[in-house]
């Protein structure tokens, strides 16, 4: 009875609606206007707007130097949507309406799109999205630095080397330039795992792993042990992150007593500072922020930074004096690599904004991708637009949608305002909802809850509500986002597949195999020109 009611009063208010106005895009009150801003109302700020960008972009037109350094940012899980959330709750917590407000790298001059599916599956994981991104190739779901001719945790595949891959750490060290990882997660987890390891399986992460899937660790050594002992892991001048239990025996209690989760009875970080003492390098094995700090003033030349047993806290949830922040490690990470004078390549990952999403948590999703924009903006700091390139891009994206039509300045985090009856039965909806997870609400009383009603309503670890209960909320399949800055930035331009991101990065820094920034000249001229000389010599030679 009242369901039909209600039924009637929603069909007669769309027909109605149909006739009157514009059904789909209602009009508000004359209240909308009162939350924008007094400026906005003049043309001339829109115009004037458009020629700061037009002038910014002159600016900053192609350099024609070489990248000396390369830094990649990834947002693990950093949707379109995101961004755009990210930007408003930025502003928002200025005390400004939000939607205006820039990131760091909102203002670098070139954005492009890149295509996130894998060769087997239509929507990425972040170990086969690693894979594109860091070594060029695409292939399957869960996989690491092997290409699509290796099944997921096929290990026995996976040691056949012509199925290996190198990443562009290997390409940036074969050069004599140095390379670094940091993250937020577990050092071993999926994308930076990218950037060192060869796996079946990007679960592999301690032996336990290896050997609870049925597999001798000889053949396929887990991802821990492989970023102590081979190349280009064992390279790597700079590693920080979280994950120390997966380089520690279960038996051992680590700084913060925590068990480690080995059972090979083998101390990963002992190893690692045998191997640097064996090569007689200065080095240091950190897990504390203080150590991080002071390690600034005198650098080692190699170091180790395990920061948390598994995973860093979300920032917002993190205790400051023993862990650092993205940006602090970004920094030191920075001030080591740059010592080389050939220059570096540093890859940094926000990793946690992907967990957020994961629990429907849309706060710690925003506030870890404003963490990483920090980093950014620290690094733009301290690096040249004119020898180094900043590329800042995301593994996946999230089903996060950012709907309604709040008015402006409506606060990012809440409910959106419906005009008119928009929605069928009252009940607010939140301009942050997400399509699945662990935030479904069964009904009441045959309609939806009042979510605002929840005693921990606007906490952190509030679930924001979805349409389809899942344990964990998915990834989505949509394009994600490329900012960059620096030389040939213009080179990440376009729409086009996100395995060619380290290609790009190679181009512009000239390492690595295939066409080079620096001796693109040579390639198009100079086989001609070898070939001419050639031919005249022998010309000559025959003739005689
Ligand atoms: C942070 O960690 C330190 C060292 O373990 C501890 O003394 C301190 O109480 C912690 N702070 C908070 C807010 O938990
Ligand atoms: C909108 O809702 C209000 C309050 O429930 C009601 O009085 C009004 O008739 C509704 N308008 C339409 C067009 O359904
Ligand atoms: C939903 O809950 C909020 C907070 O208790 C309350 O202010 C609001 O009136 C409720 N709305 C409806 C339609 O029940
Ligand atoms: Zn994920």
Redesign the pocket.
């Known amino acids: 009875m009242g369901s039909f009611y209600l039924l009637a009063?929603?069909t007669?208010?769309s027909v109605?609606?149909c006739v009157l106005s514009d059904h789909y895009h209602p009009s508000g009150p004359g209240s909308r206007t009162s939350s924008a801003k007094r400026e906005e109302m003049d043309s001339k700020f829109w115009n004037d707007e458009a020629q700061a960008g037009i002038k910014a972009r002159l600016e900053r037109l192609q350099t024609a130097s070489k990248a000396r350094n390369v830094v990649m940012f990834l947002g693990d899980g950093m949707s379109v949507p995101t961004l755009a959330a990210a930007r408003a709750l930025l502003g928002q917590r200025r005390g400004d309406t939000g939607e205006e407000a820039q990131m760091t790298f909102d203002t670098f001059p070139t954005v492009g799109l890149i295509k996130t599916y894998c060769v087997d599956a239509q929507t990425a994981d972040s170990a086969c999205s690693a894979t594109a991104y860091l070594c060029g190739v695409k292939t399957n779901y869960g996989v690491l630095g092997v290409n699509a001719a290796v099944p997921r945790t096929d290990c026995e595949a996976s040691t056949d080397s012509t199925k290996h891959l190198q990443s562009i750490l290997d390409w940036a060290l074969a050069d004599g330039r140095d390379a670094g990882i940091v993250t937020t997660t577990r050092i071993t987890h999926a994308s930076p795992a990218g950037a060192y390891a060869k796996s079946a399986d990007r679960d592999w992460e301690d032996d336990a792993a290896v050997k609870k899937a049925g597999f001798d660790t000889n053949r396929c050594p887990d991802i821990a042990h492989q970023l102590i002992h081979n190349h280009p892991g064992n390279k790597l001048k700079v590693i920080f992150g979280g994950g120390r239990a997966n380089f520690l025996p279960n038996s051992f209690r680590d700084e913060e007593g925590m068990f480690g989760s080995r059972t090979d009875n083998r101390n990963l970080i002992q190893e690692w500072q045998q191997d640097k003492s064996d090569r007689t390098v200065k080095h240091e094995y950190i897990w504390h922020r203080e150590q991080l700090m002071r390690a600034k003033i005198d650098l080692p030349e190699y170091m180790l930074g395990l920061f948390e047993s598994g995973h860093l806290q979300y920032n917002m949830k993190a205790n400051k004096t023993t862990e650092p922040t993205l940006a602090e490690m970004t920094e030191v990470a920075i001030r080591s690599l740059s010592r080389n004078e050939k220059g570096f390549f540093l890859f940094v990952e926000g990793g946690r904004i992907d967990h957020a999403h994961h629990d429907n948590f849309a706060e710690l999703a925003l506030d870890e991708t404003l963490e990483m924009d920090k980093a950014v903006a620290r690094a733009a700091e301290l690096l040249s637009e004119d020898d180094s390139l900043i590329v800042v891009t995301a593994d996946h994206a999230h089903v996060m949608a950012y709907n309604g039509y709040a008015p402006r300045g409506n606060d990012i985090l809440g409910t959106s305002v419906t005009y008119?009856?928009y929605t069928w039965d009252?009940m607010p909806y939140m301009t942050l909802s997400y399509t699945n997870g662990p935030g479904f609400r069964p009904h009441v009383g045959g309609g939806r809850p009042n979510v605002t009603d929840e005693e921990d309503y606007g906490t952190l670890t509030w679930h924001s509500p979805v349409d389809v209960p899942l344990n964990y909320e998915t990834h989505g399949g949509d394009d994600v986002a490329v900012f960059a800055r620096g030389p040939h930035h213009s080179m990440f331009t376009g729409l086009y597949e996100q395995s060619q991101l380290p290609h790009l990065m190679a181009y512009a820094a000239c390492i690595g195999p295939g066409r080079h920034a620096c001796s693109g000249a040579t390639h198009v001229l100079g086989q001609p020109v070898l070939l001419l000389a050639v031919s005249i010599l022998l010309t000559f030679f025959s003739l005689r």
């Open positions: 009063v929603v007669a208010a109605l609606g008119a009856n009252g």
